[in-house]
């Protein structure tokens, strides 16, 4: 049962372009989303997070916008950079239970 | 302050074998996640332990298997080893269940 769907497996940009990741959800019970990053060899790494409440985060490059009545989340980076290149995986949660991974989307982003 | 360790970082055991991977959660932290990552299938949720009770179980057979001790070190054991099995495995732990997650570096699982 995917609860967080990530439809586009890979994204490909250009350095210094924007680069826009979505995911759906389907459990109106979530209470916050967060979004991992995960190199090659080493475990995904917390990247930034939205509360429910929340419509828009934003941490330097990095801004999450949250569509609760489209049940979407998306996350976009400004301006991308080669080091981005890597696995994003989105992330569903409420408060004392378990966290729902999307299946990731693999970012390129080429000089 | 130490993230979360795992050991051992690599491991090949045969079909029908039995394995034991632990985990060494960030001191202060209560709950340990495991998660299986295999290609295509993004992190699939096995066990979620709190102050050593087992509080949330994905959907994976009863050949895994888990427990966390009384200083939050938490052990994954799989047993009667399929192909299928080989993997990734994740341990993540956090003050609480749920929010952020700290995840160590993986145990890759390969079974032949």
């Known amino acids: 049962d995917q609860q967080v769907k990530q439809n586009s497996p890979s994204l490909s940009v250009q350095e210094g372009r924007i680069s826009i990741l979505n995911c759906d959800y389907t459990?109106?019970?979530?209470?916050?989303f967060l979004w991992y990053k995960k190199y090659p060899a080493e475990g995904p790494t917390f990247l930034i997070s939205?509360?429910?409440?929340?419509d828009k985060n934003e941490d330097g490059r990095f801004t999450v916008f949250l569509n609760k009545s489209a049940k979407h989340l998306s996350l976009h980076i400004v301006p991308s950079q080669p080091g981005d290149s890597a696995v994003y995986f989105c992330?569903?949660?409420?408060?004392?239970?378990?966290?729902?991974f999307g299946r990731g989307t693999q970012l390129t982003v080429w000089p | 302050k130490a993230g979360v360790t795992q050991t051992p970082r690599y491991l090949i055991k045969t079909r029908g074998q039995q394995v034991t991977l632990s985990c060494s959660p960030i001191?202060?932290?209560?709950?340990v996640s495991w998660y299986q990552q295999t290609p295509g299938q993004g992190l699939q949720f096995l066990f979620e332990?709190?102050?050593?009770?087992?509080?949330n179980k994905g959907n994976f057979p009863g050949r895994f298997s888990g427990r966390q001790f009384s200083n939050s070190r938490s052990e994954m054991n799989v047993s009667t080893l399929e192909l299928g099995d080989s993997a990734l495995y994740l341990c993540?732990?956090?003050?609480?269940?749920?929010?952020?997650?700290?995840f160590g570096p993986g145990t890759r699982l390969t079974v032949l």
């Open positions: 993540a732990s956090s003050l609480e269940a749920g929010w952020e997650q700290f």
């Open positions: 459990n109106s019970m979530f209470d916050y």
């Open positions: 939205i509360s429910s409440i929340k």
């Open positions: 992330v569903g949660g409420s408060t004392l239970g378990r966290l729902y």
């Open positions: 001191s202060g932290h209560r709950s």
């Open positions: 332990y709190f102050s050593e009770t087992q509080r």
